[in-house]
């Protein structure tokens, strides 16, 4: 099978043989006209018939064949643009997912630790209170045990010098609640 290039230049070829025809022909006295020989010129113009076909066969085969790659490109393009959109939409949808489970975690946390600072305080202020109540009764100890050493003080002092307390003392040194003193009476 000839190919468009060997049509081609068989065609060119063609061609410079007729040119180199026309141009060698003798000239007519007084005009542009040449006397050519019929017959060759007639062979040329056969043969470049026959070669044109071929040439034109062979280039709207390349047509063709161009025409089928790129309807074949345009379709694979369309199937590469259409999975391309649908991995978007899919990769867009999976992100609104993830942004939404973000934000609901987000909240969860939020919440939590609003929560767990509630409980923090809320113990905090309970504690605070309870320690209140203890100081006040240790406060409140404290100073039921000093006034019962100060009495004891008193008593030791007094035996050690052949003393033993006054009754008017000792029913002075009453405290609410009770008294370190045994002999008071409430």
Do not use: C
């Not at 000093?146 to 004891?152: K, M």
């Amino acid at each position: 099978m000839t190919t468009s290039r060997d049509a081609g230049e068989d065609l060119l070829r063609i061609l410079d043989e007729l040119d180199t025809l026309i141009a060698s022909a003798r000239s007519m006295p007084m005009s542009a006209s040449a006397i050519v020989h019929r017959q060759d010129a007639l062979e040329l113009i056969e043969k470049a018939r026959e070669s044109v076909p071929r040439a034109v066969r062979r280039a709207e085969q390349i047509v063709a064949d161009a025409d089928a790659v790129l309807a074949q490109g345009k379709a694979e393009a369309e199937r590469i643009v259409l999975r391309a959109q649908e991995e978007a939409e899919r990769l867009a949808a999976s992100e609104n997912v993830v942004r939404m489970a973000n934000d609901r975690a987000d909240a969860i946390v939020s919440t939590a630790e609003e929560r767990a600072g509630a409980l923090r305080r809320g113990a905090d202020e309970y504690s605070d209170r309870s320690l209140a109540f203890l100081e006040a009764e240790i406060n409140r100890l404290a100073e039921q045990v000093r006034a019962g050493r100060e009495v004891l003080a008193g008593r030791l002092g007094g035996a050690q010098h052949g003393e033993g307390p006054e009754p008017a003392q000792e029913s002075s040194r009453r405290f609410a609640g009770w008294s370190v003193d045994p002999t008071a009476s409430r």
